[in-house]
Structures are given as C-alpha cells and as structure tokens.
C-alpha cells in the first residue's frame, strides 16, 4: 500500500494532547503516515507543564537523518524546538534534504505559562526557520514577538502577516483563537498577495490544551495529500472545530481536543459525539 507521510518535529507531552501524540493523531485521523522527531520531553498534564528535559541538538539532527536516508517525508510540522541550537541544527537538516512543505508552527509558551522556548532563541526562529516554511501560523502573541508590533486591530494582524513574509515564510496563517472578547475564532491567511479569512463560531470551552499544535500538523497532513495551502487550511480549520466542539473532559484543568471528532462525524453525516 502506499502512502502519505508526515513528520513532526516536536517535544512530547506526557498529557497526550499537545505536542508529538497531538500530531500523531491527527495525521493517522487524515489517513497520513506518522513520524516524529523529539526535541524535547516535558511532564505536563491538563493542570500544566511540570518538568521539560531538552534533548541535544544532535539527536534531532540524527534522527532527521533517519527518517531522511531512508523513509522520507512528503510534508514537515515543527512545533517545540526550545532553543536557538536545536533551531539551527532542525533548519540545517531539512535544507539539507530539500523539503519544502514546511508548516512552522512558532511554539512558545503552554497555556499555563510555561515557556516552551528560550528567549535567545527567536532570532533563530526569524532567521533559520521562517525561510524554509511554505506555511508558518502564530497565534497573536507569538506573531507579536516575532515582529515586535503590539497587534490589535483586523489591520494590525495584516500588516504582522506582511512582515512574516517579508521573513521568508511563504504563506502566513494569523490564528484567532486568543481574541477572547470577540465571538467568531477568525483566522487570516495571506499567501503574499491576498488575504482570505476562516472564520468559525467560537466554542465556549477551557478544553483547548493543543489546538495549537492540533491545527498546524493538520495543515500538514493535507499538504503532504497534495491539497493547495488554502485547501489544507480550510480542512485544518473544520478538524480543529470539531476537535474542540468535541472536547475530553479527562484531569482537572484544561482538557484536549477530539482527535476522532472530524472523521467520526464524517463518517455519523455531520452529528456531534455523545
Ligand atoms: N474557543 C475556540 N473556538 C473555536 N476555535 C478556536 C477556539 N480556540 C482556538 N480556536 C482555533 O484553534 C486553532 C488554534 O488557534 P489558537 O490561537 O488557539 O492557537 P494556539 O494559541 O497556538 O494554540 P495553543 O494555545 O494550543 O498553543 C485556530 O484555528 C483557532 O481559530
Ligand atoms: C510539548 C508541547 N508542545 C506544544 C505545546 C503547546 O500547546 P498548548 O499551548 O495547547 O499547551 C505544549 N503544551 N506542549
């Protein structure tokens, strides 16, 4: 049988619904052969992040070039890379194996406040990463340390997705899902010319731990089935509703998406879980 591949290259989230197993099960739910490459191991549940163990650049490197020499990919999601030298060392291997469908998903900081990357680090993040994404997606504060702008206004997150592909990325997706006060979660995608907009209801829910990490390898799988960035993204956006409309009530604190959700639904004509 042969396949569609996808790699992501994250940290793992013991909690099962961020990082590395939030990426995983998305791509098996797309019909997307899985692979992961760890950056970094953290103890986090729905209460927060306990611990994060970063692994040596090296080990990324060495386990790109696994996946590289042998299986190969059709598209790459990166998501906590921690510090500027795990950064340089995941931008070098994937130019060196000329990859192009690149979904960079710029992760910072876990819900609970814990800082998934080093300060340092976001020069590296601009200058190594950005160029090589096809397809980059900051949530509003992520967008706003990577230009240094405070961004507000509709007119404020344009002219951010100007200037992240000014840096290279070239399809820029401005999530909405911080914009609390506002009823509908929009997100802006700028393909260097035009703007086009997604827009959803927005779920009143505090189980939303890995939507993040959730709608970015979405985007990723649907790349890596030859669908265009628009397509991959209107796709991702319907995934990531039902992910959340469908949410795990599991721990104390805020529960993860549905990875089930969109293909159950699919396959039930559009009903909701029990
Ligand atoms: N309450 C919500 N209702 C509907 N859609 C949402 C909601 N919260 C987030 N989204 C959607 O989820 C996707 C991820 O957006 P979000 O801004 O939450 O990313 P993020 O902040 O990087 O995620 P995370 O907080 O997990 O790191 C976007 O498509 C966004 O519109
Ligand atoms: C390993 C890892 N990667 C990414 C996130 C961000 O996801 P969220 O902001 O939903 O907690 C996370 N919490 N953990």
Same mark, same amino acid.
């Given at each position: 049988?042969?396949?569609?591949?996808?790699?992501?290259?994250?940290?793992? *989230?013991?909690?099962?619904?961020?990082?590395?197993?939030?990426?995983?099960?998305?791509?098996?739910?797309?019909?997307?052969?899985?692979?992961?490459?760890?950056?970094?191991?953290?103890?986090?549940?729905?209460?927060?992040?306990?611990?994060?163990?970063?692994?040596?650049?090296?080990?990324?490197?060495?386990?790109?070039?696994?996946?590289?020499?042998?299986?190969?990919?059709?598209?790459?999601? !990166?998501?906590?890379?921690?510090?500027?030298?795990?950064?340089?060392?995941?931008? $070098?291997?994937?130019?060196?194996?000329?990859?192009?469908?690149?979904?960079?998903?710029?992760?910072?900081?876990?819900?609970?406040? !814990?800082?998934?990357?080093?300060?340092?680090?976001?020069?590296?993040?601009?200058?190594?990463?950005?160029?090589?994404?096809?397809?980059?997606?900051?949530?509003?504060?992520?967008?706003?340390?990577?230009?240094?702008?405070?961004?507000?206004?509709?007119?404020?997150?344009?002219?951010?997705? $100007?200037?992240?592909?000014?840096?290279?990325?070239?399809?820029?997706?401005?999530?909405?899902?911080?914009?609390?006060?506002?009823?509908?979660?929009?997100?802006?995608?700028?393909?260097?010319?035009?703007?086009?907009?997604?827009?959803?209801?927005?779920?009143?829910?505090?189980? !939303?731990?890995?939507?993040?990490?959730?709608?970015?390898?979405?985007?990723?799988?649907?790349?890596?089935?030859?669908?265009?960035?628009?397509?991959?993204?209107?796709?991702?956006?319907?995934?990531?509703?039902?992910?959340?409309? *469908?949410?795990?009530?599991?721990?104390?604190?805020?529960?993860?998406?549905?990875?089930?959700?969109?293909?159950?639904?699919?396959?039930?004509?559009?009903?909701?879980?029990?």
């Amino acid at each position: 049988m042969k396949v569609k591949k996808a790699l992501t290259i994250a940290g793992s *989230d013991s909690g099962g619904g961020a990082g590395i197993q939030a990426d995983i099960k998305t791509f098996q739910e797309l019909g997307v052969y899985g692979m992961s490459v760890l950056t970094a191991v953290t103890s986090q549940n729905t209460l927060g992040v306990q611990a994060v163990y970063p692994l040596p650049p090296e080990a990324a490197a060495r386990q790109i070039q696994s996946i590289g020499e042998d299986i190969g990919t059709d598209a790459v999601k !990166t998501g906590m890379l921690f510090d500027a030298a795990v950064i340089k060392s995941v931008a $070098r291997s994937i130019s060196s194996f000329g990859w192009e469908k690149v979904v960079v998903d710029p992760v910072m900081i876990a819900k609970g406040g !814990t800082s998934l990357l080093q300060k340092e680090a976001i020069a590296a993040l601009k200058e190594d990463l950005l160029p090589l994404a096809m397809v980059v997606t900051p949530n509003i504060p992520e967008a706003e340390e990577l230009t240094g702008m405070a961004i507000k206004t509709e007119e404020e997150k344009k002219e951010a997705a $100007r200037v992240l592909h000014r840096l290279g990325a070239s399809h820029v997706v401005m999530k909405g899902g911080h914009d609390e006060d506002v009823e509908k979660a929009v997100d802006i995608l700028f393909d260097g010319e035009n703007f086009f907009y997604f827009t959803s209801p927005r779920i009143q829910t505090k189980n !939303t731990h890995g939507t993040g990490c959730t709608f970015s390898s979405a985007i990723a799988a649907e790349l890596a089935k030859g669908h265009s960035v628009y397509n991959a993204v209107s796709t991702a956006k319907q995934f990531i509703q039902a992910a959340i409309e *469908d949410s795990i009530q599991i721990g104390n604190g805020h529960g993860p998406t549905n990875h089930w959700a969109f293909g159950r639904r699919n396959q039930l004509g559009g009903k909701a879980l029990e």
